[in-house]
């Protein structure tokens, strides 16, 4: 049989295994289970100094914090003379679940998975002759990134912390900031291989319980191998996977994650990945920014409209040029006409072949900066898109026009806070660019209906992407979707979230 045979055949079913490992609960059936492990360790320890009581501790080395180990459980086993004077080792089980060490938490086991999976999140199993349940003591390392200040999401008055790998910095993160008992975190086991931790994260009473349980769900119902990289919940939880817009709304500072929940969505956080998510996603969660609500209304109101803008100039501007120079010359003023006419005299290419060279060039000096080290990365953008565009016009390869167009669509789309969606949007503009050379104006708002009717298409759980621009149940979201009226005007959360409490002050 061929190597590529089968290359197309729908592969067999692939059940979960329930329980994830089938193993004896005992010590040497643990130490199966990790056989050829270098990192895992196994002691015989004796209570009370006891030779006729020994107690196997099982253990991995670097998942567990040495001092705490040695301190709140293996000195208190061979110390303790309660431990020693107790009848038999099922009254010792008893005594060290109920205080006689010192770990903050502690379980009893009656399943071989539960043993392996609290081994490896760095806790310690105790495991007792002829006894049929095992003790796991939490011992783990607290070895992680501290909490420093976000990098992608500047904020010249909003707080100086940012989510860190760790899932259980970033709840707490969380918790310091909503400290109603009403949030609620319900954890996930994600990947077949990774077995990595998901939080699901919202205030009861405020989101609305059906989107609490639909994300919940989706995220259970993940079956991959592993979750390691952001792309692979983002793309198996949205609902359309097939769109170069984002369909997910993710955030790197606990601060506008919070807000999010209080909004009445439902956040997301996954061990491993310093941001969270949350849902559902709509078109103007990708233009909100985190100092929207910390400056003045109307300066905050005034830089929403610069980034609507923006995105009109970064998808419209190129298309526009290419219809008037090719189709509609009369459009541009008669002394910028003379000037576009004298500067494309000695140009070899066509208005359509200049306008997509410099793009596609602009979009390598973007991808060349940001795959170098940050050391030289920029440099290597300032000095490429100096040096290669003063060539270009030189060389007469393109017209200055072309040049200065192309680069302002291009700065203009770094507006956008959201760098997927800054992404979809390069996509598209060479899409308007392509319809404007074909059919000109007719072109370029053929393209924009297209991308309207895209756009309106797409769902996020249940939300129309496009709000607050679109009815919901018939009825008008928003007055000013694109301004921000001042924060005491603001009575209620937003009603296409389908939250139990929609008033959020008095």
Not at 184 to 207: M, N
Not at 209 to 223: M, N
Not at 466 to 478: A, D, E, N, S
């Amino acid at each position: 049989m061929g190597l590529f045979e089968h290359a197309g055949a729908v592969p067999p079913p692939h059940p979960r295994q329930e329980p994830r490992i089938e193993a004896p609960l005992t010590a040497d059936g643990i130490a199966q289970v990790f056989e050829g492990c270098a990192d895992f360790g196994r002691r015989t320890l004796y209570l009370n100094q006891d030779p006729t009581r020994p107690v196997e501790a099982l253990f991995i080395v670097g998942q567990v914090r040495n001092e705490r180990a040695s301190d709140y459980v293996l000195r208190p086993l061979t110390q303790n003379r309660a431990l020693g004077e107790a009848v038999d080792l099922d009254h010792a089980f008893d005594l060290l679940a109920k205080g006689g060490v010192y770990p903050l938490a502690v379980s009893v086991r009656d399943r071989a998975d539960q043993v392996v999976f609290d081994l490896i999140d760095g806790w310690t199993a105790l495991f007792f002759p002829g006894k049929n349940q095992v003790l796991t003591l939490m011992t783990a390392t607290e070895e992680k990134r501290s909490v420093s200040s976000p990098e992608n999401e500047p904020d010249v008055k909003g707080a100086r912390d940012a989510f860190v790998e760790s899932v259980r910095t970033n709840t707490s993160l969380v918790r310091r900031r909503l400290r109603a008992p009403s949030l609620k975190i319900k954890e996930h086991k994600v990947g077949r291989q990774s077995v990595t931790p998901v939080d699901v994260v919202y205030l009861d009473g405020i989101a609305n319980p059906e989107l609490a349980q639909e994300v919940g769900r989706r995220v259970s119902a993940l079956d991959v191998d592993t979750l390691v990289m952001t792309g692979t919940l983002e793309q198996y939880l949205v609902d359309e996977a097939s769109t170069a817009f984002p369909m997910t709304a993710y955030t790197e500072r606990p601060d506008r994650f919070c807000a999010g929940l209080a909004e009445g969505r439902v956040g997301v956080l996954v061990d491993g990945i310093p941001m969270g998510w949350l849902f559902p996603a709509t078109l103007d969660s990708f233009f909100r920014t985190g100092q929207d609500r910390s400056t003045n209304w109307a300066v905050a109101s005034a830089l929403s409209l610069v980034r609507w803008l923006c995105a009109f100039i970064t998808l419209f501007l190129p298309g526009l040029y290419v219809a008037a120079v090719l189709y509609h010359p009369e459009l541009i003023p008669q002394r910028l006409t003379q000037s576009i006419i004298a500067a494309k005299a000695d140009v070899p290419f066509s208005t359509l072949g200049e306008v997509l060279v410099m793009l596609v060039a602009f979009e390598v000096l973007q991808e060349a900066g940001l795959r170098l080290p940050a050391s030289i990365g920029q440099t290597v953008s300032i000095l490429g898109g100096l040096v290669v565009g003063s060539a270009a016009v030189e060389a007469k390869l393109v017209s200055p026009a072309v040049l200065v167009i192309v680069a302002i669509a291009g700065i203009a789309g770094y507006t956008a806070p959201s760098q997927d969606f800054a992404g979809a949007l390069r996509i598209w503009r060479f899409l308007t660019t392509l319809c404007a050379a074909v059919l000109g104006l007719v072109g370029l708002v053929l393209a924009g209906m297209g991308l309207v009717w895209r756009l309106a298409g797409l769902e996020s759980f249940g939300v129309p992407y496009l709000t607050p621009f679109v009815t919901v149940g018939g009825q008008r979201v928003q007055r000013a979707p694109v301004l921000r009226r001042p924060l005491p005007w603001i009575k209620t959360r937003p009603g296409y979230l389908r939250g139990e409490n929609r008033r959020n002050q008095g």
